[in-house]
């Protein structure tokens, strides 16, 4: 635990005063309670039960004191809370590469498998969109918290010739950032135009206004969204898979990576001949990397599942240097509330 205002703690001194001036009030009202009571006021006094009892709402009361003190000089401590990150892009591969059955039943159905079970492990308030790419890209699911139709979303993709890792990237940023669309478009990168219906208007529509000034944030730093990439990151046409990157990590965007695939790859069935489907880690590390995220592997569905539930533990928790200044505040609050209610209870006065 640190504190914020850590000159506060000097209050702490007063606490030994007020324990000497307790004890000294004690001894005075000894004194006249031997002058004046009577001899069976004194015997009851001097009965065990009852003065133990007397000291109980004096010391909770100190301790009241002590929590508010510490209190003032706000204290803060490593907790973990809710993340704040609560639209999530998920970019899946849809290549024909997506067919090798180095992981059963395939690359593509664990990967499907996988997403679902993300999605409906989501708290109710994470808005999560879907992002299919394979020579070009396009936004499937508009960011929901519809979770039957994220479902609907995953079950009806289908896959398509070439792979365009950086497309995919670009229009999940796109999806992020719909005001940015014609600064996010693939084209501009050597990909494929954005399709209509990204954001909700074309990109033939002359903007309202000028596009403001774009300031870089340092890479990781935009807590409000991330994007969680699925391939097996064999880009074969499209923008450079690190340049689309690059474009996330100066929005501050985090691209998670999950590559999913043989170290060695695997033969795929394609219209009828077997083609050898290559499986390239480096890509997705790098582009992880470059964002400040994490790269994940998996070779099987059992595998894929465990890596979206430590996605999900990502997004969910996070662990942050908090101030808990009104958790000590209410600490003292009831202490005192205590103090005073034991002494009414056993006294019938506070005091």
Known sequence: MSFLWPQALWLLLVVPLLVG????????????????????LIREAMTGGARLRRHVPPFVFLLAMIALI?????????????????????????????RAADVEPSRLAAAR?????FVMEQPDDVRVGIVAFAGSASLV??????????????????????????????????????????????????GRSLRDGVGGRSLDEQPAAEAKEFKPVPPG??????????????????????EAAKLAADRGVKVYTVGFGSAAGAMADIDGMSIFMRFDEESLKAIAALTAADYFHATSATDLKKVYEALNA?????????????????????????????SLLWFTRIA
């Not at 890792?165 to 693939?186: H, Q």
């Open 221 to 242: 730093s935009n807590r409000s969204a991330a994007i969680i990439l699925l391939t097996d990151g064999r880009r074969t046409t499209g923008p450079d898979p690190l």
């Open 141 to 190: 699911q508009s960011p929901t918290r519809d979770r039957k139709d994220l479902v609907a979303a995953i079950e009806q993709l289908e896959l398509q010739r070439h792979t365009a890792i950086g497309s995919g990237i670009i229009v999940a940023l796109a999806t992020l950032f719909p005001d940015e669309r014609a600064e996010l478009d693939p084209a501009k990168y050597g």
């Open 314 to 342: 990502r997004y969910v928790l996070e662990r942050r240097d908090t101030e808990v200044s009104a958790l000590l505040s209410a600490l003292a609050a009831v202490l005192a509330v205590a103090a005073a209610g034991l």
């Open 70 to 98: 510490v209190a003032i000089a706000r204290p803060t401590a490593v907790i973990t809370l809710p993340s704040e990150q609560r639209t999530i892009v998920l970019a899946l591969d849809v290549s024909l590469s997506m």
């Open 21 to 40: 001036f307790y004890l000294l009030l004690l001894r005075r009202r000894k004194q006249a309670a031997l002058r004046f009571a009577s001899l069976g």
């Open 113 to 117: 498998e996988a997403a679902k079970a």
